[in-house]
């Protein structure tokens, strides 16, 4: 009888499920499970999909939040195939966590100063060389902890620690990477509506603009021996201008501009100043010392310029669509300030050579051969015997292709108003002058030696927005004020009077 209940034993205990340890009894989470919960609890909106850019996602609860994810470039797949049902490890889940609640500006800077020392955990070589930079930056701002000297990249995750480390990174989102509940690309994008709506404003500032011309190829003695060369030279290869600028502005299609140039090339200094009027299509200009304004119909240069830029000519302060797309990239906040006007957010954007080429040339491109086709169809070049369009383009396209460029935004936003009401920038550039030179060189005679140029400059300027839907005035223009732009007509000789 003890033998049956020993045997009977036994065989209860064999059809037992084995001991696991407790983490592993834990329901582990899958991808799609995941990207669905961070997405919810992130409040981001959620694309309507009906079908899925993966083979393998065919749930119609799931497909909205996978496509959402992967046109944001959160998620990536492999190839057409997601594995929605596949653990998720802690590298994939990390990286994640990076792009929801990342600032994507910050990370891109810190991706590009990435090495492996920045990683010191014992089992850092079992990391995925895709996800150091994400679980480099996560544990640098806090969106996750390093609890342990290993790490175990490619652990499964539980739903627990998924729920954890989502509410984890959601607060350190909230606490550094928001101001008013809002991230600095959805800050842009609330600052564009409320200028949008503004009847009126005004804008003040100053640029200051740097450059330098670098003569390559040429020595000291070849530029003694050509007179013509070293009179060229002698002209300044250090330019300075520094411009002050008054606007005023009238939704929806007004403008008031007074501009104050004075710019320096070698000891020669030349100031000029000139008010701008902008009245629908018409602009007005007047010189300094002048009673009479020059007027020019700029209908399809604006219409053209809507068209390429995406934004209203008129509206100076307010971003275009497309710029507001490339600077919700880069965005990103800098410390609070208070000044004896009010306490301020700092959003910041820092555009280098590689951005710039991408985001910008595209545009720059369009908006210049807009330019040369308006010269080229101008009456006084087509007239020019020695001025070739084609010529003209290639090296327009030249200059712009080469251009070199690193901007820097400083936007200041008011707490109360929720408008900013400040704006520092930067600029430098390098421009070849190829075409240009070929021009110079030829005019120098035979003799000249070849050599390029190059322009380096460096522009800086401050610019204060204010007097929000206040009061604005603008010229008023009569006929008897515009200067007479028609030639004159030669006189008809008198006609001879017969006996």
Same mark, same amino acid.
């Given at each position: 009888?003890?033998?049956?209940?020993?045997?009977?034993?036994?065989?209860?205990?064999?059809?037992?499920?084995?001991?696991?340890?407790?983490?592993?009894?834990?329901?582990?989470?899958?991808?799609?499970?995941?990207?669905?919960?961070?997405?919810?609890?992130?409040?981001?909106?959620?694309?309507?999909?009906?079908?899925?850019?993966?083979?393998?996602?065919?749930?119609?609860?799931?497909? $909205? /939040? !996978?496509?959402? &994810?992967? #046109?944001? %470039?959160?998620?990536? =797949?492999?190839? *057409?195939? @997601?594995? +929605?049902?596949?653990?998720?490890?802690?590298?994939?889940?990390?990286?994640?966590?990076?792009?929801?609640?990342?600032?994507?500006?910050?990370?891109?800077?810190?991706?590009?100063?990435?090495?492996?020392?920045?990683?010191?955990?014992?089992?850092?070589?079992?990391?995925?060389?895709?996800?150091? $930079? /994400? !679980?480099?930056? &996560?544990? #640098?701002? %806090?969106?996750?902890? =390093?609890?342990? *000297?290993? @790490?175990? +990249?490619?652990?499964?995750?539980?739903?627990?620690?998924?729920?954890?480390?989502?509410?984890?990174?959601?607060?350190?989102?909230?606490?550094?990477?928001?101001?008013?509940?809002?991230?600095?690309?959805?800050?842009?994008?609330?600052?564009?509506?409320?200028?949008?709506?503004?009847?009126?404003?005004?804008?003040?500032?100053?640029?200051?603009?740097?450059?330098?011309?670098?003569?390559?190829?040429?020595?000291?003695?070849?530029?003694?021996?050509?007179?013509?060369?070293?009179?060229?030279?002698?002209?300044?290869?250090?330019?300075?201008?520094?411009?002050?600028?008054?606007?005023?502005?009238?939704?929806?299609?007004?403008?008031?501009?007074?501009?104050?140039?004075?710019?320096?090339?070698?000891?020669?200094?030349?100031?000029?100043?000139?008010?701008?009027?902008?009245?629908?299509?018409?602009?007005?200009?007047?010189?300094?010392?002048?009673?009479?304004?020059?007027?020019?119909?700029?209908?399809?240069?604006?219409?053209?310029?809507?068209?390429?830029?995406?934004?209203?000519?008129?509206?100076?302060?307010?971003?275009?669509?497309?710029?507001?797309?490339?600077?919700?990239?880069?965005?990103?906040?800098?410390?609070?300030?208070?000044?004896?006007?009010?306490?301020?957010?700092?959003?910041?954007?820092?555009?280098?050579?590689?951005?710039?080429?991408?985001?910008?040339?595209?545009?720059?491109?369009?908006?210049?051969?807009?330019?040369?086709?308006?010269?080229?169809?101008?009456?006084?070049?087509?007239?020019?015997?020695?001025?070739?369009?084609?010529?003209?383009?290639?090296?327009?396209?030249?200059?712009?292709?080469?251009?070199?460029?690193?901007?820097?935004?400083?936007?200041?936003?008011?707490?109360?108003?929720?408008?900013?009401?400040?704006?520092?920038?930067?600029?430098?550039?390098?421009?070849?002058?190829?075409?240009?030179?070929?021009?110079?060189?030829?005019?120098?005679?035979?003799?000249?030696?070849?050599?390029?140029?190059?322009?380096?400059?460096?522009?800086?300027?401050?610019?204060?927005?204010?007097?929000?839907?206040?009061?604005?005035?603008?010229?008023?223009?009569?006929?008897?004020?515009?200067?007479?732009?028609?030639?004159?007509?030669?006189?008809?000789?008198?006609?001879?009077?017969?006996?």
């Amino acid at each position: 009888m003890k033998k049956l209940c020993a045997l009977l034993t036994l065989v209860i205990v064999l059809c037992l499920p084995a001991a696991v340890p407790a983490a592993e009894q834990e329901a582990l989470i899958t991808r799609a499970a995941f990207v669905k919960e961070i997405l919810s609890q992130a409040g981001t909106e959620i694309e309507e999909a009906a079908q899925s850019s993966f083979i393998d996602v065919t749930d119609p609860d799931l497909i $909205p /939040y !996978i496509e959402t &994810a992967y #046109k944001k %470039g959160i998620v990536s =797949g492999y190839g *057409d195939y @997601f594995a +929605p049902g596949q653990s998720i490890t802690k590298e994939e889940a990390i990286k994640i966590i990076v792009d929801v609640f990342g600032e994507k500006a910050g990370f891109k800077e810190a991706a590009k100063t990435f090495t492996d020392t920045d990683l010191e955990f014992a089992d850092s070589g079992d990391i995925s060389s895709w996800a150091k $930079p /994400y !679980i480099a930056y &996560a544990l #640098k701002t %806090g969106l996750i902890t =390093g609890e342990s *000297d290993s @790490f175990c +990249p490619r652990d499964a995750v539980t739903a627990v620690q998924a729920g954890e480390m989502i509410a984890a990174a959601k607060d350190v989102y909230q606490r550094l990477f928001t101001r008013d509940g809002l991230s600095a690309p959805d800050m842009l994008v609330r600052i564009n509506e409320k200028l949008a709506e503004l009847e009126t404003y005004k804008q003040k500032g100053t640029m200051l603009t740097e450059m330098q011309l670098i003569f390559e190829g040429i020595t000291q003695e070849q530029i003694e021996e050509n007179e013509d060369l070293e009179e060229f030279l002698d002209g300044g290869m250090e330019i300075s201008m520094n411009m002050e600028m008054d606007v005023s502005f009238q939704a929806p299609d007004r403008i008031y501009m007074k501009q104050s140039l004075v710019s320096t090339a070698g000891v020669e200094e030349v100031m000029q100043d000139v008010e701008t009027f902008m009245d629908g299509p018409l602009m007005y200009q007047r010189m300094a010392g002048s009673d009479k304004w020059v007027v020019q119909d700029l209908g399809p240069a604006m219409e053209q310029i809507r068209t390429i830029t995406d934004r209203e000519p008129y509206q100076m302060a307010q971003l275009s669509e497309y710029e507001l797309r490339m600077f919700k990239e880069f965005a990103k906040y800098e410390d609070d300030i208070e000044t004896d006007k009010g306490q301020y957010y700092v959003i910041s954007f820092d555009i280098d050579q590689e951005a710039y080429r991408e985001y910008y040339m595209e545009i720059m491109e369009k908006v210049m051969e807009s330019m040369v086709t308006l010269q080229v169809e101008s009456p006084t070049l087509q007239q020019d015997p020695d001025f070739d369009p084609q010529q003209y383009k290639q090296m327009m396209a030249a200059l712009v292709s080469g251009m070199e460029v690193e901007l820097s935004y400083r936007y200041y936003i008011n707490k109360e108003t929720g408008l900013y009401e400040r704006v520092w920038m930067s600029q430098d550039m390098t421009m070849p002058m190829e075409g240009f030179m070929k021009e110079v060189v030829e005019s120098l005679g035979e003799d000249a030696p070849d050599f390029s140029i190059k322009v380096l400059s460096h522009s800086e300027g401050e610019f204060e927005i204010y007097d929000f839907n206040g009061e604005v005035e603008f010229p008023v223009i009569t006929e008897e004020d515009l200067m007479d732009q028609n030639p004159l007509a030669p006189e008809e000789p008198e006609a001879s009077q017969e006996d």
